[in-house]
């Protein structure tokens, strides 16, 4: 069975460094990319980037290149969503998805609450 | 504000049919596969159509998807209560990934 498990909730102050995570199993890890999408308060889905877990291949959306960092260690199966300054505007909850049948994201974890508070 | 456009709200009362629309521009959506995700409240988002019009396992065939041109479309046919969510439709513009800005399903 395919499962994505992230990391649990988190509560942080502005300027803080943080590192959530998403740990794959029942596939191959290295042959699927892994994208996060921000879902903020109330609001919709964004895309924020996507990493290719078997080169470490990284794209990243133009509204969140330089604001976090996206990574992988393939000897564990696990991805990472790094801010290393956070601001009270990281506040959402963050997921992630494989990307898998015709490119869809076809698998979800059951995402990561970030509070930051100022 | 979303590159694709989706009305914020439809609604419905059970057994009806509702359709959610999904406009885009030409360079992500002529020429591109749309997507559909259920996200039920509280929930992660759930992938419910890809490639336009296909179900993955385990979708009900109440869903059904479509593409015209700039132009997507998910019906909904016997509604039920346990169908009232938000509703995203997606393209990949080259390796961006760009979503509507939902639609939240009333059953009444």
């Known amino acids: 069975e395919v499962q994505l498990v992230q990391s649990g909730a988190e509560v942080k102050k502005s300027g803080e460094s943080l590192k959530i995570s998403c740990k794959g199993s029942?596939?191959?890890?290295?042959?699927?990319?892994i994208g996060w999408v921000r879902q903020m308060p109330g609001k919709g889905l964004e895309w924020m980037g996507i990493?290719?877990?078997?080169?470490?291949?990284?794209r990243y959306s133009p509204s969140f290149q330089g604001q976090v960092t996206i990574s992988a260690d393939k000897s564990i199966s696990t991805a990472y969503l790094q801010w290393s300054s956070l601001k009270a505007s990281d506040t959402a909850m963050y997921y992630c998805?494989?990307?898998?049948?015709?490119?869809?994201?076809?698998?979800w974890g059951q995402g990561t609450l970030v509070t930051v508070s100022s | 504000q979303s590159v694709l456009t989706q009305p914020p709200s439809v609604s419905g009362t059970p057994g009806q049919r509702v359709t959610i629309s999904c406009s885009g521009s030409s360079s992500n959506f002529r020429a591109n596969y749309v997507f559909w995700y259920q996200q039920l409240p509280g929930t992660a988002p759930k992938l419910l159509i890809y490639?336009?019009?296909q179900r993955p396992s385990g979708v009900p065939d109440r869903f059904s998807g479509s593409k015209s041109g700039t132009s997507a479309s998910l019906a909904i046919s016997g509604l039920r209560s346990e169908d009232e969510a938000d509703y995203y439709c997606?393209?990949?513009?080259?390796?961006?990934?760009?979503f509507g800005g939902g639609t939240k399903l009333t059953v009444l």
């Open positions: 998805a494989r990307q898998g049948t015709e490119t869809s994201l076809d698998y």
């Open positions: 990493i290719y877990p078997g080169d470490s291949d990284t």
């Open positions: 997606a393209a990949w513009n080259g390796s961006l990934k760009v």
């Open positions: 029942g596939y191959s890890f290295t042959t699927h990319w």
């Open positions: 490639t336009n019009n």
